[in-house]
C-alpha cells in the first residue's frame, strides 16, 4: 500500500512489518536517550560463541550494562541469549531489548543444501519453505535475525561465495531472494518463529575481479542497475528488514561508505524503511582501501553515507559521539539511524515481551524435529542435477547387485554440511555410505573402500562404482576463492584409474560452485551434482541413486570446460564478430571452445522430454498487454519425470547492445510417462525492459525473440514484436 509517512516525505511502498504507533513510541524514547546510549544502539559486536571474521572483541557484556550496545551476533540457543537480555532490559537504564543474530544461510541446525544447490531445484516454494523452517528453528534458539539471504549474482566460479547464493541468472536470483526472505520473515514478524533477514551484500560483491574474496569490482552504472541490482530489489519489494554492505569498492568508493549505493539508491529511490548494517570490520577496512585517512574519517564516511550499524568494528562506538559533539556529524542522522534499528526491535515484539525468543520448551520442540528432517531430505534429493548417464546406468538396483562405494567423501559427515552451516553438527548428518546401505538392506552388496589401491582391486569384483568426489567443505564460502577449479588432488586420475578397469563409474560430486570437469565427464559412465546436501544428504542420494526419486534439479551456474574460459555465463553479448569456426579473425579461443561443459539450465533425468514449437496468442503486443507463450510438453519415457521449462527472451535491437538471451520466465512441471501438457508462461513489458542509452528504464518498441526449451541452449524459438 501507499501512505505518507510524514509532512515533505513523498509516498512510498509501506512494508507489514511498519506500524505507525511504534514511531510514536521511538520519538518518545530518542527523547530520553544519550548520545551514548544512541550510539550502542548502532553498535554491534560478537559474542565468544562463535568466529565468524578475523577478530573478537572482548568486554561486550559490559558494554550491555552501559548501554553501549545494542544487538549481539554468534550468541544462540534459548538460555544463553536470555541471559544477556536480561542484562539488557533490567539492568540497564532504558532497558532497551537487544537484537542476536547469526549467519542462519542453509538451515539452524538441520541443515539445508546450500543456497545454490536450493537454486538448482527451481523450486521456489522449496528455497521458501527451507527458509521457513530455519527461521522456526533459529528463532526458538533465541535469535531474531539472519545474515541471509545472500543475493549477490555470481559469474565467476573461482570466487569461493558463489555456494551462498543463487547462482549467475538475474531472474533466477530475483525469484529465489523474495522466496527466501518470505520464508524467514513469515507473514508477521511478531510472530516469534519468524527472525529479521537481511538482503546482502549490497553491492555486486559478486563481480569481484579474479574471483578473489574482497577485491575490487568495476563495473558501469548500467551493469549494476541491470544485473547486480534487480535481485536487491526484489528482495526490498518482499519486505526484507536489513540490508547489509558490500566488501568491495563500487567506481572507486568501498561500498560501506557509498553514498550512491546507500542512500541515493537504497533510501531515496527504493524507499527502503529497515536499518543497513556493514559486513564484518568493513567501516574499518575504508582505510587500507586507501579512501580514508584514519578510523575516525572512515566512521564520518560509513554514517554519511547511510551506514546505520557497524558490525565488530568498533568505529561508531569509539567515535561517533563525539563526532556529533564536534558538529562533523548531525545529530539528525543518529537519530533517524536509531530509528530504523528501534524500529525493528518494535516489529518482532521485542519491548513488549523481550524474552519471547527465549523458551527452552519451544526450543526443544522445534530443533531437528523428524518433519524437519523429511524436509531436508525431500530438498535436497530436489537440489540434485543429473549431469550424464550413459546407458542409463542409473538409477541403480537394490536387488542383488554388487555396488562399490569409494572417494573422499563416500563417508564424511562434515563435509555434507557444506560453509557457513550454522549450528549444525557432523553427528546428525547421514553421509552417502550410510544412505546407500540402509537403502539397499540386505537386498545389494554395498561394499565401501576408501584406499585407492585396493579400491581398485574391489571394483573388478563389483557391478557398479559410486565415487563420491569433490571439495571438502571448507573450500568453499567466504575466503575460499580457488584459481584452480578442478577436481582437487589426484581425484581426477582415481576415476581414470576405476573407470579403465571397464566396469559403471557413477560420480556423486559434492562442492559449492561449478567445477571445471572434462576429464570427469569424458571417463565416468554418470556423474550427479549433489553440491553440499545438508544433514539429511545420504538419504537423499539413496532415494536418487536407487530411483525413488527422479532427478529433476537444473543448473543456476554454467559449468566451463577450463578455468581460462571465465567469467563465463550464458547471458553474454553477442560482440561485433560472433565465433565463426571457419573465420580465425572472431571471438574465440585457440586451444579451446566457446561452449560450456554444461550450460545454465541444464539437467537430465530418468526419463526423456520433448518440446513442440512455441506458440504466441498473439505476435504483436503493445506495452499494455501480456504476451502468453504455450509450448506443448511430452514425456517421451518410461516413468515420471519432472522438468524445467524454461523461457529466454533476446532483445534483437536496442539502443544499447543486449544479451544474447535472458531468463524471463521458468516452470517446474512434473507428467507421467507418456503425459503431455500445454505449458504457458507470460510476458509482460516489465519483462522486456532494460536501462536504455539515456539510462532511463523502460521498454522499446522493436523484434524479440522467444526460446523455450530444457536449457540456456536451446534453439526452439518464435518471434515477437513490441509496438
Known amino acids: 500500500m501507499l501512505v505518507l509517512l510524514s509532512a515533505g516525505l513523498r509516498a512510498q511502498q509501506v512494508p507489514d512489518w511498519y506500524d505507525a504507533g511504534h514511531e510514536r513510541r521511538i520519538d518518545s524514547l530518542l527523547d530520553i536517550m544519550t548520545l551514548e546510549e544512541k550510539v550502542g544502539q548502532m553498535t554491534l559486536f560478537t559474542s565468544d560463541w562463535d568466529v565468524t571474521g578475523p577478530t573478537i572483541r572482548e568486554g561486550y557484556q559490559d558494554d550491555i550494562k552501559t548501554g553501549r550496545l545494542g544487538a549481539i551476533f554468534n550468541a544462540h540457543t534459548a538460555e544463553y541469549n536470555r541471559n544477556l537480555q536480561r542484562i539488557a532490559v533490567e539492568e540497564t537504564r532504558l532497558g532497551i531489548p537487544l537484537l542476536f543474530g547469526y549467519d542462519v544461510i542453509h538451515g539452524y541446525r538441520t541443515i539445508f543444501p546450500i543456497p545454490l544447490g536450493e537454486a538448482a531445484s527451481w ?80 553491492a555486486a560483491y559478486g563481480a569481484a575481479q579474479a574471483g578473489r574474496d574482497y577485491h575490487t569490482v568495476d563495473i558501469s552504472e548500467r551493469v549494476l542497475r541491470d544485473i547486480y541490482l534487480p535481485p536487491f530489489k526484489a528482495a526490498l519489494d518482499a519486505g526484507v528488514a536489513t540490508f547489509m554492505t558490500s566488501f568491495n569498492e563500487l567506481d572507486g568508493v568501498p561500498a560501506s561508505g557509498n553514498e550512491h549505493l546507500l542512500t541515493e539508491i537504497l533510501r531515496d529511490q527504493w524507499g527502503f524503511m529497515g ?191 559410486v565415487v563420491a568426489a569433490g571439495e571438502t567443505w571448507e573450500m568453499s564460502g567466504e575466503a575460499a576463492s580457488r584459481a584452480d577449479i578442478g577436481l582437487p588432488g589426484d581425484q581426477g586420475a582415481m576415476i581414470r584409474e576405476l573407470a579403465a578397469i571397464g566396469k559403471p563409474v557413477v560420480v556423486v560430486l559434492f562442492n559449492g560452485r561449478p567445477l571445471a570437469i572434462p576429464g570427469v565427464d569424458s571417463t565416468a559412465t554418470a556423474i550427479l551434482e549433489a553440491w553440499y546436501p545438508g544433514t539429511e544428504a545420504g538419504h537423499a542420494l539413496a532415494d536418487v541413486l536407487f530411483g525413488d526419486h527422479n532427478p529433476g534439479g537444473r543448473l543456476p551456474m554454467t559449468f566451463p570446460r577450463s578455468v581460462g574460459q571465465v567469467p563465463i555465463f550464458y547471458s553474454m553479448k553477442n560482440t561485433g564478430r560472433p565465433m565463426d569456426p571457419n573465420n580465425k579473425y572472431t571471438s574465440k579461443y585457440l586451444d579451446e571452445s566457446n561452449d560450456p561443459l554444461y550450460p545454465f539450465g541444464y539437467g537430465l533425468g530418468y526419463t526423456t522430454f520433448e518440446y513442440g514449437a512455441p506458440s504466441l496468442e498473439s505476435a504483436t503486443i503493445t506495452r499494455n498487454d501480456t504476451a502468453r ?83 540456456a541452449t536451446t534453439s526452439n524459438a518464435i518471434s515477437l514484436t513490441l509496438e
Open 123 to 202: 523450486n521456489a516454494e522449496a528455497a521458501e519453505e527451507s527458509a521457513r523452517i530455519a527461521a522456526r528453528e533459529s528463532a526458538a534458539a533465541g535469535l531474531h535475525w539472519t545474515f541471509a539471504p545472500m543475493v549477490d549474482v555470481a559469474r565467476d566460479p573461482r570466487w569461493g561465495r558463489v555456494m551462498e547464493g543463487a547462482g549467475e541468472d538475474v531472474y533466477l536470483g530475483k525469484v529465489m531472494a523474495a522466496a527466501r526472505v518470505k520464508g524467514f520473515q513469515g507473514d508477521d514478524l511478531t510472530d516469534p518463529l519468524t527472525i529479521l533477514a537481511c538482503a546482502k551484500h549490497f
Open 629 to 711: 507463450v504455450s509450448v506443448e510438453l511430452t514425456n517421451t519415457g518410461s516413468v515420471a519425470g519432472t522438468t524445467v521449462v524454461q523461457l529466454y527472451v533476446q532483445d534483437v535491437i536496442g539502443s544499447v547492445t543486449r544479451p544474447v538471451r535472458e531468463l524471463k520466465a521458468f516452470e517446474r512441471v512434473e507428467l507421467a510417462a507418456g503425459e503431455s501438457r500445454t505449458v504457458t508462461l507470460e510476458l509482460t513489458e516489465e519483462d522486456l525492459s532494460f536501462y536504455r542509452r539515456d539510462m532511463t528504464y523502460g521498454s522499446e518498441p522493436g523484434a524479440f525473440r522467444i526460446y523455450v526449451g530444457a536449457d
Open 275 to 465: 536499518f543497513v548494517v556493514t559486513d564484518y570490520t568493513s567501516i574499518n577496512e575504508m582505510v587500507p582501501h586507501g579512501i580514508a585517512t584514519d578510523s575516525a574519517a572512515a566512521g564520518e564516511l560509513a554514517i554519511e553515507a547511510g551506514v546505520d550499524m557497524d558490525m565488530q568494528g568498533a568505529i561508531f562506538y569509539e567515535y561517533l559521539a563525539e563526532q556529533v559533539r564536534s558538529g562533523a556529524v548531525a545529530q539528525s542522522q543518529i537519530d533517524e539511524a536509531v530509528r530504523r534499528i528501534l524500529r525493528m526491535k518494535y516489529a518482532l515484539g521485542l519491548f513488549d515481551d523481550p524474552y519471547r525468543y527465549s523458551d527452552t520448551t519451544r526450543e526443544s520442540e522445534n530443533i531437528l524435529t523428524e518433519a524437519n528432517r523429511e524436509a531436508a531430505r525431500r530438498i535436497a534429493r530436489e537440489s540434485f542435477v543429473l549431469l550424464k548417464n550413459e546407458d542409463n546406468v542409473l538409477p541403480l538396483a537394490k536387488d542383488g547387485g554388487r555396488i562399490l562405494i569409494t572417494g573422499p567423501l563416500a563417508d564424511s559427515q562434515e563435509d555434507m554440511l557444506g560453509a557457513w552451516h550454522g549450528d549444525g553438527r557432523a553427528a546428525d548428518v547421514i553421509t552417502l555410505l550410510t544412505g546407500m546401505r540402509e537403502a539397499a538392506g540386505d537386498k545389494a552388496q554395498v561394499q565401501y573402500v576408501s584406499d585407492m589401491t585396493e579400491a581398485i582391486r574391489a571394483a573388478r569384483r563389483a557391478d557398479v562404482i
